[in-house]
Structures are given as structure tokens and as C-alpha cells.
């Protein structure tokens, strides 16, 4: 099989033959369909951790089960059957964090494509305990995405004590947040885009923003104190890197609102703590979830029609596919393709 690795810090993807892995007790393999190109890949092609390489990278793989070790029960033994593998690609079961049912937070976990070879590969081994089904008739390369970008948006909007009416704001309109604006709808919030650009106005209308905040005038927190009837928000989802949004959207939230930040911020934060402290105001820090949230969420975005705005790349363009998501010149994710 032909697998895309990084072999050195900075370096580029090389293509190597390897044998197509054997499964062991509890674990499958899958044939590839698709693997979506996530910005943290560059934790392996940049070395942020510190890992070993050899790698293959790739966190959001979609395949069908080629073959099945001793153990693995139904469904996830099916040849031929189509399923997903996500951030967490094993985990105990047994310490503090698992026993909590935050399996994503495991002490000896194991991270698809960053401690463990991922999906840049024609064939993948995974622990079943990790696969994610997927519904019959979804297109791979529109539900990879939803492994790790879907997952961490769904998980903000659902999982922060907010109510079907909610003003609920979403702050960058780029892979995760055009996801998040369609999701926020579909979950009953009065959705407030917001960019800092009004150049994505019509977009993000046309993805169901109720309104649509642009930023750039340095008028942000007026339009939203308007938006809302002078509630404020009571989330924000912050999806794209930048710590000058999160500071300057805390004076737009609501009593007792919640900042759920999702994207690696470029700084470190500068906030008033009287400020936080008057409106009971919360930050909070949103990862991805374990399969079974991944299961929830693309079984929501089926529901409602949700799907990710996507560039399809084959196999042997991978590193095309990388360096536009790198760039942020890809509208909005890159997923490889393998047939």
C-alpha cells in the first residue's frame, strides 16, 4: 500500500510502499475513502509535540473495514461496511477521565495521525472501540470533515447549558464556523454571525445567520447589543485563531454568557477579571469528542441537511491539499480522496 508520511520536521509528505497492516485482537483495518486535512496535521508536519517520526498524519478518515481481528463485535466486523475514525483512536476505559465518559481526555489515550499512523494512507488500522458509524449514503469525502471540525462545533453548541432561543454568536466564518452557523440554526439559537470582514455577509445569511456582525469598524459590540434587543450574547464560539476577537467581543456578552473558544488562539489573553467577574462571564475550552459524540453529531447534520464546503484532492496531490488549508487559501476543507 502506498502511505503519505512526514519523515522530518518542515518536511515534505513522502510516499513509501508498505504492507497493508494485520489486524489484532479489537482492532480493524479500513480501506480508505477519504481523509480530510485538518490544521492540526501541523503538529506532525512541524513537530509541535515533540513526536517521533516516521508519522502518517490524518484524523478525519473515512474507510470500509477490509479485515477484522479476533474479538471485534457487530457491527464493526462487517467487511465491507463504511465507518469513521476521528481524533480519539483508543483509550482506556479504566482512568479518572474515562471513568467521567471523557474518553477524549484519556491518560494514556491514543491521537489518530499524531501518536499513532493516520489516514494519508490507502489502508488504515484502528482499534474498533475508535470507529464512528456512519449513515448509509453519505458522501466520504463531505462526512470526513465531520470527524474533527463537525465534532468540535457541535460539541461547543451542545454541551455549554444553552437554550433553544439563545442569542448565540459565531465568531469566524471559515470551515469550522460556516459549520457552526448552519449547526447553531438547526439547534434553535438566534445565530450572530461574526467576521471582520463584510465581504462574508451574504454567506453567512445564506448558511442561516439571523444576523451578520461585521467587526472591522471597530462598531462590533453596538451591532450586537442591537442584534439582540441589548441582551448580549450568551455564547460565542470562537473558531478562528485570533485573541484580539475574544477581547473584544467580552464586553458584547450576555449575563452569565460563555465563550467557548475552539481554534489554538495566536496570543496569550489580556482580559479585565472585574469584567468577568460583573457578568459572571465564563471562558471555556472546547476538543474534540469520543466516537460516540462523533456518532451524535453527523447523525445531526444528516438530519438537517448540514454538509462542510469542501476541495477534493487525490491521493497523490496531498501535499497541494495541506499547504492550501495551511495558507487558508482552501474554501473551506481540504479531503483527500481515495477513489
Not at 272 to 279: E, H
Request: aromatic letters at 6%.
Amino acid at each position: 500500500m502506498k502511505a503519505a508520511v512526514i519523515t522530518k520536521p518542515h518536511g515534505p509528505f513522502e510516499f513509501v510502499d508498505r504492507p497493508i497492516p494485520t489486524p489484532g485482537p479489537g482492532q480493524v483495518v479500513l480501506k480508505t475513502k477519504a481523509c480530510g486535512i485538518c490544521h492540526t496535521d501541523a503538529v506532525v508536519k512541524d513537530n509541535l509535540w515533540g513526536l517521533p517520526y516516521p508519522r502518517v498524519p490524518g484524523h478525519e478518515v473515512i474507510g470500509a473495514v477490509h479485515a477484522v481481528g479476533a474479538g471485534v463485535k457487530a457491527p464493526f466486523n462487517t467487511v465491507g461496511k463504511v465507518f469513521g475514525v476521528g481524533w480519539v483512536g483508543n483509550s482506556c476505559g479504566e482512568c479518572a477521565s474515562c471513568i467521567k465518559g471523557l474518553r477524549h481526555q484519556c491518560s494514556t489515550g491514543v491521537i489518530t495521525g499524531i501518536n499513532t499512523d493516520g489516514g494519508l494512507s490507502e489502508y488504515v488500522l484502528a482499534n474498533a472501540s475508535a470507529l464512528v458509524e456512519i449513515p448509509d449514503g453519505m458522501d466520504p469525502a463531505e462526512t470526513a470533515p465531520l470527524l474533527c471540525a463537525g465534532l468540535t462545533v457541535f460539541g461547543a453548541l451542545r454541551d455549554n447549558g444553552l437554550q433553544p432561543g439563545s442569542f448565540v454568536g459565531i465568531q469566524g466564518i471559515g470551515g469550522l464556523g460556516s459549520l457552526g452557523i448552519s449547526m447553531a440554526r438547526n439547534m434553535g439559537f438566534r445565530t450572530v454571525a461574526v467576521s471582520t470582514s463584510d465581504s462574508k455577509k451574504d454567506f453567512a445569511l445564506s448558511l442561516g445567520a439571523h444576523h451578520f456582525v461585521s467587526t472591522g469598524a471597530g462598531t462590533g459590540v453596538d451591532q450586537i447589543n442591537a442584534a439582540t434587543g441589548g441582551n448580549g450574547l450568551d455564547a460565542v464560539i470562537i473558531t478562528a485563531p485570533f485573541a484580539d476577537a475574544v477581547e473584544a467581543l467580552l464586553p458584547a456578552m450576555a449575563f452569565r454568557g460563555v465563550v467557548v473558544i475552539v481554534a489554538l488562539l495566536d496570543r496569550k489573553l489580556t482580559i479585565d477579571p472585574g469584567m468577568l467577574l460583573t457578568k459572571n462571564i465564563r471562558i471555556v475550552f472546547q476538543t474534540a469528542g469520543d466516537a460516540h459524540e462523533n456518532h451524535e453529531g453527523i447523525v445531526f447534520t444528516q438530519s438537517f441537511g448540514i454538509k462542510p464546503l469542501i476541495e477534493r484532492f487525490p491521493f497523490d496531490k496531498v501535499g497541494e491539499a495541506y499547504d492550501r488549508m495551511i495558507t487558508n487559501k482552501v474554501r473551506f476543507r481540504s479531503v483527500v480522496v481515495f477513489e
